[in-house]
């Protein structure tokens, strides 16, 4: 995460493409930064109070099920995701927004199904049952629909041909 923002900063320099959003632009990153930070920090706070490793890598002591863990199984990523959705906002260049896509695509078939088998080997059929109630946040399980845990709201991006958003 921390290349690709320091990518989407240098890119401004290198390829400015405005956003021509202007003070409006800025606050609506550095408000979705801030609310990527602090999902960060909840989740890695619940993960804290119950004694286990926030390190990816590393096997889990405990399944963290409380709090936002409810709605999604992988809040930080979510959190990170954000921070690099706000950014090119913040420093107003656009094509900085390539660098969610890659993230999202990396964590989605990459990094989250090393994880889930990891975390499925340590603590088998009481996860299966939790990974069958609670969506990943990265997309709905066994759609082609992206779907973000936001209370009280009902936010699909279908990926077909053409990118479609819905929010209801």
Request: proline share 5%; with cysteine.
């Amino acid at each position: 995460m921390f290349v690709m923002l320091a990518l989407s900063w240098s890119l401004k320099w290198l390829h400015p493409l405005t956003s021509g959003l202007g003070l409006i632009g800025k606050t609506v990153g550095w408000i979705v930064i801030l609310c990527g930070i602090s999902l960060i920090v909840v989740a890695a706070g619940l993960f804290r109070i119950k004694g286990t490793t926030v390190n990816p890598t590393k096997e889990p002591d405990k399944l963290v099920t409380a709090g936002i863990y409810r709605r999604t199984r992988n809040p930080m990523y979510l959190g990170m995701l954000l921070i690099l959705t706000g950014l090119p906002f913040v420093v107003g260049s656009l094509i900085g927004l390539i660098f969610p896509v890659v993230f999202f695509f990396y964590m989605d078939r990459v990094v989250i199904p090393k994880e889930e088998a990891m975390v499925k080997n340590v603590f088998g059929e009481f996860y299966r049952k939790y990974q069958s109630k609670t969506g990943n946040g990265f997309k709905d399980e066994g759609s082609a629909a992206l779907r973000w845990p936001i209370p009280h709201c009902d936010c699909k991006i279908f990926l077909t041909k053409k990118i479609t958003v819905f929010i209801h």
